[in-house]
């Protein structure tokens, strides 16, 4: 099949994933980029790079894709309206940037397609929680203090403005807490663009510590997510996490941990050992995974791994 560059190919993704067909993620974006020398220090995280080092973000995105990703999920995890305001940029500005993040993952996959690759190449915007827009850890605890109706607000602009830039899907990644879940589902409500929804999780619970049961059960009935799953977690979490996602929704479920290491917010530091093998996604697939890859520490070398280790299974 020829590569297809167009939104259209929003429909194709749920299509393959309805038709039982397994896609690869990409992995981590700050890895990526650190591991080329950029520093990602500072609150804005990857983000920062959308306005001062662009080609560097569409270099990560084509450096997944040339190993084997089927889908880029954007630099605007971190990108938000309140944050780009907290380092003086304006609201038209922080617009802009949230749409570039769209662009340049569509320029890598121009660019891959350009190289040879003939599978179908798909953008994911990423819509991360609130709690990374205060850079203090908190997207991995949930329980902010806001109501589902003030977290609805917080949402809604970026998500606007990313649906607008036409992603193939909008990632709802890193959710901790099923009330934000909530928020987030309904801020994508109408809007035309598929959606995944991807919580963070400590064993069978959202960080916050809902049962997985309950907050899958949110998405079930919610025409716009066509997966649903977990990320940014322990890859020992995430059988169980995904079987309880396939039975509660009846939908395909995607899966994208870290390695296996901790983060230390605090010391804003990667802290213990790695513990994701490429092995392990076959097991993910029987519990009902369909999108597979990695966040946090896992590179290009992992998820060209998980590509082979799908294609025997």
Request: proline share 4%.
């Amino acid at each position: 099949m020829t590569s297809d560059l167009s939104p259209g190919l929003a429909d194709a993704l749920a299509d393959a994933l309805a038709d039982g067909g397994t896609v690869v993620l990409d992995g981590g974006m700050s890895n990526q980029l650190e591991s080329a020398g950029h520093d990602l220090s500072d609150e804005l995280w990857s983000a920062r790079l959308l306005a001062e080092r662009p080609e560097a973000v569409t270099e990560a995105h084509l450096a997944y894709f040339l190993a084997g990703a089927d889908v880029a999920i954007t630099a605007s995890y971190q990108a938000t309206f309140e944050g780009f305001a907290q380092r003086g940029t304006g609201h038209a500005e922080a617009a802009r940037l949230l749409a570039l993040s769209v662009e340049l993952a569509r320029t890598a996959a121009r660019r891959a397609a350009g190289t040879g690759i003939r599978r179908p190449l798909w953008v994911a915007a990423s819509v991360g929680p609130y709690g990374a827009m205060r850079a203090d850890g908190s997207e991995y605890r949930g329980r902010y203090g806001l109501s589902v109706a003030e977290l609805e607000r917080f949402h809604r602009p970026r998500i606007e403005v990313l649906a607008a830039a036409a992603p193939d899907v909008l990632a709802l990644e890193t959710v901790p807490d099923a009330d934000e879940a909530a928020a987030l589902l309904r801020a994508v409500r109408g809007l035309g663009v598929p959606a995944w929804l991807s919580y963070t999780v400590d064993g069978r619970r959202t960080r916050a510590g809902q049962p997985l049961e309950e907050a899958f059960a949110l998405a079930a009935d919610a025409d716009e997510v066509i997966a649903v799953g977990v990320n940014c977690c322990a890859p020992r979490d995430v059988g169980p996490a995904a079987e309880i996602a396939a039975r509660v929704t009846g939908k395909p479920v995607v899966v994208y941990p870290n390695s296996g290491e901790a983060w230390d917010a605090g010391a804003r530091a990667w802290t213990g050992r790695t513990t994701f093998t490429a092995e392990q996604v076959t097991g993910w697939r029987e519990a009902g995974a369909r999108l597979i890859g990695g966040c946090c520490r896992v590179g290009p070398d992992t998820i060209t791994s998980i590509g082979r280790a799908l294609e025997r299974a």
